[in-house]
Every structure is written in structure tokens, then in C-alpha cells.
């Protein structure tokens, strides 16, 4: 079935560098943007960025220009986002999603979720 | 402080019609026909229920239903019922943010 598997939770330390994987599934990986959501606890939904599978380009929010990184591994069908200057307030759930119910290429929603990474920074 | 505005509450009882408003800028709401609701229960991850302003996705219940006037989208929750108990996001395209979500509005069912 569609789906998409997030790597384990992780715990760092502040100033650290974090790195999550999405493996996506049962849908044809280069034809549907892949976006990164994360959740704090108790918090509303923040838009990260997204990368397109087929080219590798991508898209970050303003917020997180200059730490972070998203690359894709086409072979495994898997995404990777990296997080760096990790501050206490990146404590959070991170969701990578997608749409391949949408059109190809479609840019504006996801209606496929993965089960989220959780991150915790503490010293 | 989230880009789009959402009320924090609504409630209704069952069988009701309610309504959760998402108020944003000429730079994303009033510009772009891309708004999208979704529907997160506690613990779970959220769900696609309206995007493109209006449109269901297949399997999407027809008591939800999306529209927009000027700034500001709305979605609207008819026959109200236990499991549509949960927290609503919407979201928008925005010129130079890409995508921006509002603060997210928790249902209750009375």
C-alpha cells in the first residue's frame, strides 16, 4: 500500500546536527513532491521545506534557510532531512508527507503522512 | 505566531453545522486558490481532507466542505458528529513562504 516510513526518534544535544530518512512506498517516488512538517508538543503544524525525488531540487521555509538540508536517494525511494544548530525549540515531531492521490507534481497539499520522527534536545 | 489566523475553539452539538474560519493576507489566501484543511485526531498524524480551496480527496466524507471570500477561507463540518472530534489546520500557498498553516482549531462535540 502508499505509505511512508520515518526513521527511529533521536535525542541531541543543543548546537548538534540531526538527520531523519522517509521511505516512501507503493506510488511512483519521482512523480510527487516529498514536504517535512514538524509539530512541537502541543503545538500547530510548521512547514519546513520540500524536495522533488525526480530532480533533487527543493524548497525551504525563510525559517530554516542555512540549516537545513533535504537530499534523495532514488534507488531506495528515500528522503533524507538534515537539521543543523539543533536549539531546544526544535524539540518536535517531524512528519514527512507527500501526494501521490494529487496530480503529478502537485505542489500545495499531501495526503500521504508518515508516522513521524521525534526529536528531543536536551544537555 | 502563526501565518494564518484560526480560531482556537468551535463547538457544536451533533447534527449541527459549524464553521472554522482561516484569515490570511492578499499574499496568500486572497492571492491563491490553494487552500487546504486538515484533520488531526490526538496522537495521529494529520489528515487531507479539503485542498485546492474546495475538492475532497476520494474517501472524504461530503459533510466536509471548503470555500473562501476575499482573506479568508472557511470549512464547514455539517451533521456534526463524535469522531469529527479533533484539531483543524488550514494552510496556504504564499508568495516568497511557499506553505504557511494557521494555528489549528480544536473541535468539540457536545
Known amino acids: 500500500q502508499v505509505q511512508l516510513v520515518q526513521s527511529g526518534a533521536e535525542v541531541k544535544r543543543p548546537g548538534a546536527s540531526v538527520e531523519f530518512s522517509c521511505t516512501a512506498s507503493g506510488y511512483r517516488f519521482s512523480n510527487h513532491y516529498i514536504h517535512w512538517v514538524r509539530q512541537a508538543p502541543g503545538q500547530g503544524l510548521e512547514w519546513m521545506g520540500l524536495?522533488?525525488?525526480?530532480?533533487?531540487?527543493?524548497d525551504y521555509a525563510q525559517k530554516f534557510q542555512g540549516r537545513l538540508t533535504m537530499t534523495r536517494d532514488t534507488s531506495t525511494s528515500t528522503v533524507y532531512m538534515q537539521l543543523n544548530g539543533l536549539r531546544s525549540e526544535d524539540a518536535a515531531l517531524y512528519y514527512c508527507a507527500a501526494g501521490p492521490s494529487l496530480a503529478v507534481y502537485y505542489y500545495y497539499a499531501m495526503d500521504v503522512w508518515g508516522q513521524g520522527t521525534a526529536v528531543t534536545v536536551s544537555s | 505566531q502563526s501565518a494564518l489566523t484560526q480560531p482556537a475553539s468551535v463547538s457544536g452539538s451533533p447534527g449541527q453545522s459549524i464553521t472554522i474560519s482561516c484569515t490570511g493576507t492578499g499574499r496568500d489566501i486572497g492571492f491563491y486558490n490553494h487552500v487546504s484543511w486538515y484533520q488531526q485526531h490526538p496522537d495521529k498524524a494529520p489528515k487531507l481532507i479539503i485542498y485546492?480551496?474546495?475538492i475532497r480527496p476520494s474517501g472524504v466524507s461530503n459533510r466536509f466542505s471548503g470555500s473562501k471570500s476575499d482573506n479568508t477561507a472557511s470549512l464547514t463540518i455539517s451533521g456534526l458528529q463524535a469522531e469529527d472530534e479533533a484539531d483543524y489546520y488550514c494552510s496556504s500557498y504564499r508568495s516568497r513562504d511557499s506553505l504557511v498553516f494557521g494555528g489549528g482549531t480544536k473541535v468539540t462535540v457536545l
Open positions: 485546492d480551496v474546495t
Open positions: 524536495i522533488s525525488p525526480s530532480d533533487g531540487d527543493t
